[in-house]
């Protein structure tokens, strides 16, 4: 059975830092374009982060809201994909997807529609 599952959510100060993972089963995320998308509450479903495929770890992209604070990455060897998020922001907090896209892409992928498989989401709130 084809899944993702994404872990690491949970409520932080601003300021802080979380991070979280995507794993699979089913299938080999090094063979797979992965996004990171949040939702808040209220608002739609909105990029954060991708990374291309590769053995060598991919080519990260982020959009610019947390670009310099967020940072993805690959663990091959457990079938993992990271994202690392520093200095939050209240604005932040949001449901955290992981996608995996089978066409490649060493740009910034976070159109939707691309992707073919979705985890269940990880919350993160961000409150003092």
């Known amino acids: 059975q084809l899944q993702l599952v994404e872990s690491g959510g949970g409520l932080v100060q601003p300021g802080g830092s979380l991070r979280l993972s995507c794993t699979a089963s089913?299938?080999?995320?090094?063979?797979?374009?992965i996004g990171w998308f949040r939702q808040a509450p209220g608002k739609e479903r909105e990029g954060v982060s991708s990374?291309?495929?590769?053995?060598?770890?991919?080519?990260?992209n982020y959009m610019y809201y947390v670009k310099g604070r967020f940072t993805i990455s690959r663990d091959n060897a457990k079938n993992t994909v990271h994202l690392q998020m520093n200095a939050l922001k209240p604005e932040d907090a949001a449901i955290y997807y992981c996608?995996?896209?089978?066409?490649?892409?060493?740009?910034?992928?976070?159109?939707?529609?691309?992707?073919?498989?979705w985890g269940q989401g990880t919350q993160v709130i961000v409150s003092s």
């Open positions: 990374i291309s495929r590769g053995t060598d770890g991919g080519v990260a």
């Open positions: 089913g299938l080999t995320l090094e063979d797979y374009t």
């Open positions: 996608a995996a896209a089978r066409r490649d892409s060493s740009w910034l992928f976070l159109e939707e529609h691309n992707y073919d498989y």
